[in-house]
């Protein structure tokens, strides 16, 4: 049975969460590496883009199970084909929190980690697999994804 009341609240309880993230006002890193943070290795904390993210290439998220990320940004995020986001020294998915004010897309097989907040669209390419979850204000389209609760 379809109930709106439900899907309504669901909707309202994402745009919170999504005002949240994008409400922190004292971010650790802003324009870090001007939106290309493949091959880095991150500690925990507030990162800003006015731009587009990318990740051509792995990333790490180094840091301790009670340890958080927030990525705001202001455009897009891709992922390359192949990319996987690593957790280190006991960094959980549940604490790492992409807000994307434009579109989110996953590349074929790539791995990602954490929940992603999107204003738009995220899109998940061929075989593309996240640790957690996937809240888009517009649409979600899956192509043979693998979408683990963390």
Not at 18 to 30: I, N
Not at 89 to 97: L, M, P, R, T
Request: some cysteine.
């Amino acid at each position: 049975m379809k109930n709106p009341t439900i899907l309504t609240k669901a909707v309202l309880d994402m745009e919170t969460a999504y005002e949240d993230a994008a409400g922190r006002s004292r971010p650790d890193f802003t324009e870090l590496k001007r939106g290309d943070i493949g091959g880095l290795t991150l500690a925990p904390g507030l990162y800003k883009w006015s731009t587009s993210v990318t990740i051509p290439t792995d990333v790490t998220l180094s840091g301790t199970a009670n340890d958080v990320w927030i990525f705001q940004i202001s455009d897009n995020l891709t992922a390359s084909n192949g990319v996987t986001v690593h957790l280190r020294g006991g960094a959980q998915s549940k604490n790492v929190f992409w807000q994307v004010a434009g579109l989110t897309t996953l590349g074929t097989t790539s791995q990602f980690e954490g929940i992603i907040l999107c204003k738009t669209l995220i899109a998940f390419k061929t075989h593309a697999s996240i640790n957690g979850r996937l809240f888009s204000q517009t649409a979600v389209t899956l192509e043979m994804n693998k979408v683990t609760q963390p």
